[in-house]
């Protein structure tokens, strides 16, 4: 994982002018589960972006800018189609009857809502269905901010893509002047391909070959260290005791006070200086995200213990951090990661102890032999049922206390139809877990986004203070 941008994240764009971003008609094993385990409404893969604009974009120019990136980014046009009667794989085609007046819309918050009221407001569009017969997101300009301030909230499904891609994504379609841009490509609306019986089934036999192919080139990889069969019941027997590691959960247990789950979503932001938070983590020999993590645990220690329970020092409680696994045959978009689980230690108070140790774990769990193997389990579990998916996903999420995910970000200043992006809130999908809480690097600042159930987060002011106090203590390691 990487708190910033090296080098220019744009995505590169064909001939036609459209970024080649998520291009393919497949869905990934891992993308068709994460669309099958929706089966259970708590387990639905929603994600709210939240940008912060120094004023109010003109309305034309956002529903003109729009309609170009639905040209420029074809994926927008597309919905989930799942074949012969539900038997077949989800892939991705056109949508005929493609809207933008559906999937873009504007309004105003009432006198005095301010920065609270946005944040309501994207709860309960975060926590309502996208609809999917439609391409699968949503995005609503929200006028009557503080000093003429606006904010867009960016609705899509983590089908689309996971957090690297959406970086990608954004750094291809945002502006990096407030001025119209005459030159930019414009590509003509894309154009559905033949359809049919014939190119269902087509299809369908490429994804099942690709299925057995990923499995053979598994079993390729295990019968080469047969040249050294000295080596290769040592390296076999360890890959498998590897797998069993990454596809379990952590040994540590939940924290009592969070035990109580829900479908209601909550909301809340910090906003941590990024140089400080990288000197923080370098201070100890640990990196940024070493630092986010420490905070973390802070924020979930101090809770605990105003809550009335108290950790002891060698406390662990269960997170699970998504992981990088692009390659670079990978397209940019779409989503190429794997859950790395960790037993983080809670329970210290040291911050400094705190970092070094997540940094010892992190580099454990990153070093795990399987780590890729989620991709392969992924495709064969996507066959199931949807109920039965849902059952197994659920399993494996909601002993989670927490999820939390690092993404890049812009590091320049960006615009949207003339409106500078202040901060950038990504409000991630939780799965089952008490809180899901990302940061994305915007600018100078890192801006967290916490998501936390409503049940298992009954203190949600008390909380929000932890989380400051939580990254206070980290970021005083850096010094003054």
């Known amino acids: 994982m990487s708190s910033s941008v090296t080098g220019d994240p744009t995505p590169p764009r064909s001939d036609d002018g459209r970024l080649l971003w998520s291009r393919s008609e497949e869905l990934t094993g891992f993308e068709a589960l994460m669309w099958r385990v929706e089966a259970d409404p708590r387990m639905r893969s929603t994600v709210v972006l939240v940008e912060t604009l120094d004023r109010e974009p003109d309305w034309d120019r956002l529903v003109a800018a729009t309609d170009w990136a639905s040209r420029v980014v074809p994926r927008f046009r597309e919905r989930i189609v799942t074949p012969f009667l539900g038997a077949g794989t989800p892939h991705w085609a056109l949508d005929p009857d493609f809207d933008l007046h559906y999937h873009l819309r504007h309004l105003a918050l009432p006198d005095g809502a301010g920065m609270p009221g946005l944040f309501t407001l994207a709860e309960q569009i975060a926590m309502t269905p ?3 017969s439609r391409p699968l997101w949503e995005a609503t300009l929200v006028g009557g901010l503080p000093d003429g301030g606006a904010a867009l909230l960016f ?6 893509s996971d957090g690297m891609g959406l970086a990608q994504l954004l750094a291809g379609l945002h502006s990096r ?9 414009q590509p003509p609306p894309p154009e559905a391909e033949p359809g049919g019986l014939s190119r269902e089934v087509v299809r369908q036999v490429r994804s099942d070959l690709g299925l057995v192919g990923g499995a053979a080139r598994g079993l390729l990889g295990v019968a080469a260290t047969l040249v050294r069969p000295d080596h290769a019941v040592r390296d076999a027997a360890a890959y498998l005791v ?5 596809l379990s959960p952590p040994p540590a247990p939940p924290l009592p006070v969070l035990a109580d789950r829900s479908p209601s979503w909550r909301f809340r932001t910090l906003d941590v ?3 400080r938070l990288r000197a923080a983590g370098k201070s100890v020999g640990g990196s940024v995200n070493d630092a986010y993590v420490a905070g973390l645990l802070g924020a979930f220690r101090r809770y605990s213990e105003r809550r009335g329970e108290p950790l002891p020092p060698d406390r662990l409680m269960p997170v699970t951090l998504p992981v990088s696994i692009r390659r670079e045959e990978h397209e940019p978009g779409g989503n190429h990661f794997a859950p790395a689980r960790l037993s983080a230690p809670v329970g210290i108070v040291d911050p400094a102890a705190r970092v070094v140790d997540v940094r010892r774990r ?12 989620v991709e392969i389990v992924s495709a064969w579990l996507a066959r199931l049922p949807g109920a039965l998916v849902a059952n197994f996903g659920g399993g494996a999420t909601k002993s989670n206390d927490l999820q939390a995910s690092n993404i890049p970000g812009l590091r320049e200043d960006a615009f949207l139809a003339g409106a500078q992006i202040l901060r950038s809130y990504p409000f991630a999908p939780l799965p089952g877990c008490a809180a899901m809480i990302a940061m994305v690097t915007h600018g100078d600042t890192c801006c967290v986004a916490a998501n936390l159930d409503a049940a298992s987060f009954t203190d949600l002011a008390g909380f929000e203070q932890d989380l400051a106090d939580g990254f206070a203590e980290v970021l005083a390691l850096a010094g003054t």
Not at 155 to 160: D, E, F, I, Y
């Open 130 to 132: 996208l609809d999917s």
């Open 155 to 160: 609705k899509l499904s983590h089908v689309l």
């Open 177 to 185: 002047s407030r001025e119209p841009m005459t030159d930019k490509p």
């Open 242 to 246: 590897s797998a069993a590691r990454v």
């Open 273 to 275: 200086p990024f140089a």
């Open 362 to 373: 992190m580099k454990v769990a990153l070093g795990e032999p399987a780590l890729e193997s």
